[in-house]
């Protein structure tokens, strides 16, 4: 049986318009990109590389060939060479990605979000990971996770200028997430199965994961939007302020109208033809 070819699918075709507005900003700040790249891309790439390696699975057709398989398939309809996929030992559910310079990209799950998402939930992950390779987001991730580490070692001025810049990439990381969580639509072709991760990560576990109820979420994400009299906005900018992804209720209600539109309607259309 062939192999079905890799799209053509490019970022800019569900690149949110958050996404875009804050990548441009970024972008005015002289010498920034050329600097991370320079200076830290070589260094931080060999040093994460050789953690993973060193003390996580790496999974392959090899080594659980049905996990691989859902990433390989994310990989093609998202028009991305394979990166490496690697599974860590963690209490906490999570996902990252890591792409300083393009050489050796790689995507990483904790054991513990593996045992609490189905494998159609779990392939929505792995996409919103690759969302962040498709779109090249390695750099200004990495600047924003050094930004919060030395926080802590600047003088008082230094401190100032840092929050300044924190602040921005901030607002730019949580503009990044909504991008990449249309791109793990765009896997999946279920806006249910990606509101049910950010579900299951609001107060999921694998004891109770398969009693929680999905339609009582959606109704609790428009409470938290109806919720705007007397401080509840100004609540909700402080909230959000400090926080390096949209809430989870957002981001759902965000990826549940995403798909109610004629520019996802004509990606599903574009990337899975036979399927129409």
Known sequence: MPVPAYSSLRADQFRHPCDREATQALQQL????????????????QAFYLENIGSSLRLSEQQL???YGLHIEACRILGLEPSQLYLKQHPVPNAYTFAMRGKQPFVVLHSSLVELLTPKELQAVLAHELGHLKCEHGVYLTIANLLLF????LSPWGLLLAQGLQTQLMHWLRCAELTCDRAALLVTQDPRVVASV?????????????????DAFIAQARDYEAADRGW??????????QLTHPLPVLRAREILDWAETQ????????LHPARQ
């Open 232 to 241: 509840y906005n100004l609540f909700k900018e402080l909230q959000a302020s």
């Open 65 to 67: 060939p049905d996990i």
């Open 198 to 214: 950010l579900m299951k990560l609001c107060g999921g576990s694998p004891q109770w994961s398969d009693r929680l109820n999905l």
């Open 263 to 270: 520019q996802y309607d004509r990606l599903v259309k574009q």
């Open 30 to 45: 002289p010498g920034l990109d050329l600097l991370v790249r320079s200076l830290l891309g070589s260094v931080a790439e």
């Open 150 to 153: 030395a926080t802590s070692q």
